[in-house]
């Protein structure tokens, strides 16, 4: 495999991962609510379940929805309700404050930020339909074990990276403040988003 599909298959993959969907959303409440420490975590998290669908991908993901349709439609079903559930819990704190952002004491743990990055990234069927569709078509037939691996290696960091830069804009003060001074109608707007998502994805 020359350098040209590499270039190409990572091309394609950043534009997935900044296209906005509910990864986005869910980043951006975190950095300006939390901190960037609770969402650098979601954006580890969203980097080791995005490279996780990229080696279901390279090992037959599209070929076992093909000829199992059911697979795909439990797993949208299931993915939709996540994202649902997401957004009626923002919804139903969107009058509560701000938390105090403490660096020492964050209110969600980076562990538990890099869960629940990786929970509602394998939730979300955008990538599963870009790895198994897009992505998996690009990777030439010949590629040998190691390019395959490092396009996985392209996948985490391009993934994290990304959800890293989402992270630190929001997180500035400014940011913060502007946040806090329309938090009720952002978090129901961010939620209802979300719900919205998650049930347009289960039904679809």
Do not use: C
């Amino acid at each position: 495999m020359g350098l040209w599909p590499f270039v190409v298959i990572a091309l394609a993959h950043l534009l997935a991962a900044i296209s906005p969907g509910p990864a986005f959303v869910l980043s951006v409440r975190t950095a300006v609510s939390e901190g960037f420490r609770p969402a650098a975590g979601l954006a580890l998290g969203y980097g080791m379940a995005a490279t996780l669908w990229a080696f279901a991908a390279l090992a037959g993901l599209s070929l076992l929805f093909d000829r199992v349709p059911p697979v795909f439609i439990a797993l949208k079903v299931a993915g939709g309700l996540f994202l649902v559930y997401l957004g009626i819990t923002m919804w139903r704190h969107a009058r509560a404050p701000l938390p105090r952002i403490d660096e020492a004491a964050v209110p969600l743990g980076t562990l538990g930020a890099v869960q629940l990055g990786a929970a509602a990234m394998l939730a979300n069927p955008k990538p599963a339909i870009f790895f198994g569709a897009v992505f998996v078509g690009l990777v030439p037939v010949t590629a040998l074990p190691w390019e395959k691996a490092a396009i996985l290696v392209n996948v985490l960091w391009v993934e994290t990276a990304w959800y890293l830069v989402v992270a630190w804009a929001f997180s500035l003060p400014r940011a913060q403040r502007a946040y806090a001074s329309a938090k009720t109608a952002l978090d129901r707007t961010f939620g209802g988003l979300l719900a919205a998502l998650g049930a347009k994805v289960a039904a679809g």
